[in-house]
């Protein structure tokens, strides 16, 4: 390749870089962030002091959350309480317990699920019991109406499952849960009649200090295994304080609310 073809072929990708990156800036809420700007922008020139600071709040919560490194600060400090483990050197447990959320029952997909942002817990579970870490694996979820009808994601993950594991494994489902907490009391009845006395629990790592309490209080001995790490600290992706507009921020952020209410409510309703 001559040096005049290497340096069209580096402008190219030059170009298409700086294209991808004026993208964000294109969809919804980056022409919201831009018109927001302009109109903060004309505010603070016209010296309209009334509107410029509810313009100026109402930017600054936009930019906080849509085009900086908070909402990922947050949710990384819920993941940094369990910090990723080597699954290798986890001892053997009675069951593995993997939490929903992960997938959504789907009749039109061939595999009859739909792979959510949580699926990451179900391959996590898969890996141990590939490394026979369990004899049982349990499954969680939630229940979801489609055309009428109620599906649960653990009993179709079972049917799913079952077919391909190797035959020593025996897969439990949980059926319809209302929450983690439901989830734990089932598990807790399941251990009391199967006699398990410790399981390895699979979730989020952001989920994991709410969930990690709530089974824990059920009297279980738990092995927490978390997994579906967001945020570049845990990732290993580069991290960026500042950068365009995106949803990202937002998804974080939702999480971390979550979580944060979640435990509020779970302690005033004693459950952790």
Avoid at 68 to 73: H, I
Avoid at 225 to 236: D, E, H, L, M, Q
């Amino acid at each position: 390749m001559t040096f005049v073809a290497i340096q069209r072929q580096a402008g190219f990708h030059g170009l298409t870089l700086s294209m991808k990156s004026l993208l964000p800036f294109v969809e919804p809420l980056g022409i919201a962030w831009l018109l927001l700007t302009a109109f903060l922008l004309r505010q603070i020139l016209k010296r309209r002091h009334a509107t410029t600071c509810l313009a100026a709040g109402s930017w600054l919560v936009l930019t906080l959350f849509t085009c900086s490194a908070l909402p990922s600060l947050f949710l990384a400090s819920l993941e940094g309480q369990h910090p990723p483990v080597a699954v290798g050197d986890l001892a053997v447990c009675d069951a593995i317990v993997c939490l929903g959320g992960g997938v959504s029952p789907s009749p039109p997909e061939p595999a009859g699920v739909h792979l959510k942002s949580a699926a990451d817990r179900l391959p996590a579970a898969l890996v141990l019991t590939r490394l026979k870490k369990a004899p049982h694996l349990v499954i969680g979820g939630g229940g979801y109406k489609i055309h009428g009808q109620w599906h649960s994601e653990s009993d179709t993950l079972k049917a799913l499952l079952h077919p391909v594991l190797d035959t020593r494994v025996t897969v439990f489902s949980l059926g319809l849960c209302a929450d983690t907490h439901d989830e734990a009391l089932k598990t807790a009845k399941l251990a009391q009649a199967h006699q398990w006395k410790s399981i390895l629990l699979v979730t989020s790592a952001y989920h994991m200090p709410r969930a990690l309490a709530v089974f824990q209080r059920q009297g279980l001995k738990v092995t927490p295994v978390p997994c579906n790490y967001i945020t570049s600290k845990f990732r290993g992706t580069e991290r960026t304080l500042i950068h365009p507009p995106g949803h990202g921020g937002l998804e974080s952020f939702s999480l971390w609310m979550h979580e944060i209410v979640g435990s509020l409510f779970y302690r005033w309703k004693g459950w952790i």
